[in-house]
């Protein structure tokens, strides 16, 4: 039976990363909240299984996976589930738990991503937030964006230029998608870096090449980086 | 062998999370940086884990569990790892799996807790960044705090009062450990939502009274709540 992801439509966000883990293992999936009504999909699809209680849940956020019986929730954890299933983790305890901890590492970092343009409430646009944006996006450039990447950097250089393993994992997809995104959003800001970051760099065009990934990201099912997602071209937040 | 728990030893912060499971399991453990440096103890001893590559590192920031051979970053990743360890977590999968997405929303609301007195950066000051705190602090108090714990409680009412299991969990705990939390930073902003929180305020009682809970809290052990943790009372962010 297909996986079912529940994850907002218009976006990449927080479900691109189970996404591409899907997409890169070649799995049958149902992308629910991006079908047509008719077919059980749309918006309320998803709003519909935040508030149920069976099943496991209720639910916090999306994204969402469905496999049968089975409902979870939180990035990581759909990952960590997910990984042994498609392939895209070792079979040994040690890689799982250094995998599971890097995506943890990753989801942090993604909600540092979205405070830049929202640091007082999600619930605020962030033309209400600007000053605010502009004074925590200074910052998460000059000390955030190089702490994270560096350690990134450290953990590839540690193990032969993979997240974990020897082969393609779902950490090594979520290091290419903040690659991607941060060279979206902040492109002045990676460039910077680039050059203290190589492993980081060459993984990126590393998993971009993977066919299934390439095939992928030249698809209609690839979202285009956009201003509604968590990583948003705001110039005023990246200059020169 | 004892458990290590590497963390900072003057606040609770995200060990304390960790720190309870330990303590209400009479788990032998040793919170190394609290230790004396000829004990192997000291803050060294944690900042020079963070920096090693080998089992498991490089790790991005502390909490760390040690056990053995095995080292482990991230709070709930280390819950989950101790949970069947330690008896405070069901056996079964599904509840497993429920545990470990539950204790994931309670890192995301700790580092919210966390960001209404840093909303700008971990880098500065509070006193850096108090108009933007107080920005904050307003709409957390009047959106997050009740998202969360009406989240929370639905959890507790779908399940008789119980997080996960019908017994005492790693995620009670850490429940438990939330309300105390608020109930320091934000008791003005508490005491308004309680009534509709019936079922979190009890659990919150009912844990403390757990005679291994009621020892530590009771003890020197538990590091009194202050101003360089998560949960900091600031009167100005929590008005009357």
């Known amino acids: 039976m297909a996986y079912e992801l529940f994850y907002w439509p218009s976006i990449q966000g927080r479900g691109e990363f189970v996404r591409l883990a899907l997409e890169a293992a070649g799995a049958p999936y149902r992308d629910v909240a991006?079908?047509?009504?008719?077919?059980?999909?749309?918006?309320?699809?998803?709003?519909?299984?935040?508030?149920?209680?069976?099943?496991?849940?209720?639910?916090?956020?999306?994204?969402?996976?469905?496999?049968?019986?089975?409902?979870?929730?939180?990035?990581?954890?759909?990952?960590?589930?997910l990984g042994p299933r498609l392939g895209l983790v070792p079979h040994d305890e040690a890689s799982r738990l250094r995998a599971h901890q890097l995506q943890l590492t990753v989801t942090d970092f993604v909600l540092e991503v979205h405070d830049t343009h929202h640091p007082i409430a999600s619930s605020l646009y962030y033309h209400d937030q600007k000053p605010e944006a502009a004074?925590?996006?200074?910052?998460?450039?000059?000390?955030?964006?190089?702490?994270?990447?560096?350690?990134?950097?450290?953990?590839?250089?540690?193990?032969?230029?993979?997240?974990?393993?020897?082969?393609?994992?779902?950490v090594?997809?979520?290091?290419?998608?903040?690659?991607?995104?941060?060279?979206?959003a902040f492109p002045n800001a990676l460039s910077r870096v680039a050059a203290s970051i190589p492993r980081l760099v060459a993984l990126h065009e590393r998993v971009a090449a993977v066919p299934a990934v390439a095939a992928y990201l030249a698809s209609s099912r690839r979202i285009p980086f956009n201003e509604h997602g968590v990583f948003r071209h705001y110039p005023e937040l990246d200059p020169a």
């Open 34 to 81: 991006r079908l047509p009504a008719e077919e059980g999909g749309g918006v309320r699809a998803l709003t519909a299984l935040l508030a149920e209680t069976g099943g496991g849940g209720p639910f916090f956020a999306p994204p969402l996976l469905r496999d049968g019986s089975v409902t979870l929730s939180h990035t990581a954890a759909i990952l960590q589930y």
């Open 135 to 170: 004074r925590r996006a200074e910052l998460f450039i000059k000390n955030r964006i190089p702490k994270y990447l560096g350690h990134f950097e450290r953990v590839l250089d540690s193990n032969a230029g993979h997240a974990v393993g020897t082969a393609l994992s779902y």
């Open 172 to 184: 090594d997809l979520s290091l290419f998608q903040i690659v991607a995104g941060l060279g979206y």
